[in-house]
């Protein structure tokens, strides 16, 4: 079987090796016609240039990718593909990947990993029960993994937009009292930093640009940041824009909500740090100290007896 494997390998290398030479040897006669043909050409009438030829990539694997994102689309309803864009909104559109993308790479990763899984029991000789543990470890470790690593991309940067959000409705708040409308407060803003809260309120003034109310565009705020403090900020916004209320000091009420809500988590994990330092101590510590007080006791006794 590793032989098998091996003559396999070798195999897909030479072919790809080959092709690589081939496809260079065509670009470089296409570059030489080209500057033969530029000579030519200054001499009598210029003649349409040709188009570049496709790469290999284009001929073969492009027109399957096509095929298979038109199936995908076919297949996958459209609010679960608003959901899907609404999670990779939240976790920040890691790699700039689109619903698609995302499926893709979940797709290659359930394939890939029970083959590994798969090489790595034959490799090590390993019995049937335990590979088929091993096989169906690696699958759910493929399946799990997307969503893992989305959960806690979106926390990061829950986190991130929390720590931010003090001085950004600090600022808004003086722009807005030297005269500046929301909007244009929220532009002076985002102008001058940047971060989540930054990116966020600026996909929202391009969302206003683009027709949508103000409502609208700082409810999309609400939903692609998982945070209660964003979410109570926005909420508040919104409330004063319909009832009419000074929005100068809905902005300094909240700041300082937030700075409070922040010392209050802060207490609370400071509350928590002899608890969860209990079990370090109990597992690791104590052992340790019982071991270098009471172990020549213990030799001494062990000898008198």
């Known amino acids: 079987m590793e032989v098998l494997l091996f003559v396999l390998t070798m195999t897909l290398f030479t072919i790809g090796v080959v092709l690589y030479s081939k496809e260079r040897k065509e670009k470089h006669n296409r570059r030489r016609a080209w500057v033969i043909d530029e000579g030519e050409q200054g001499k009598g009438e210029q003649e349409p240039v040709k188009e570049k030829a496709p790469s290999l990539f284009q001929r073969l694997f492009a027109p399957k990718l096509k095929q298979f994102r038109k199936s995908f689309r076919r297949n996958i309803s459209q609010a679960k593909e608003q959901e899907l ?81 003090p001085d950004f409705i600090d600022l808004l708040a003086v722009s807005m009292e030297a005269g500046l409308g929301f909007d244009s407060a929220l532009s002076k803003v985002i102008s001058k930093q940047e971060g989540v809260l930054a990116s966020e309120f600026r996909r929202c003034l391009e969302e206003l640009k683009l027709g949508k109310t103000r409502k609208e565009a700082l409810a999309g705020v609400r939903e692609r940041l998982e945070a209660d403090d964003i979410k109570l900020l926005v909420g508040s916004v919104i409330q004063a824009e319909q009832l009419g209320v000074g929005m100068v000091q809905i902005l300094r009420v909240q700041s300082e909500e937030v700075r409070q809500r922040r010392k209050q988590r802060a207490e609370e994990a400071a509350m928590k740090a002899p608890i969860k330092m209990m079990f370090p101590l109990v597992l690791f510590i104590f052992p340790t100290i019982f071991i270098v007080l009471l172990g020549p006791a213990v030799i001494q006794i062990l000898e008198v007896f």
Request: zero cysteines; aromatic letters at 16%; a positive charge.
């Open 85 to 165: 864009e609404l999670k990779l909104l939240r976790a920040g559109s890691p790699f700039g990947m689109s619903p698609f993308e995302y499926r893709l790479v979940q797709l290659i990763l359930v394939i890939s990993f029970p083959f590994i899984a798969v090489g790595l029991s034959i490799v090590g000789n390993v019995s049937f029960g335990r590979s088929l543990f091993i096989i169906i470890l690696a699958f759910a470790f493929a399946v799990y993994l997307p969503y893992a690593y989305l959960k806690w991309k979106t926390a990061v940067r829950s986190e991130r937009a929390i720590k931010e959000l």
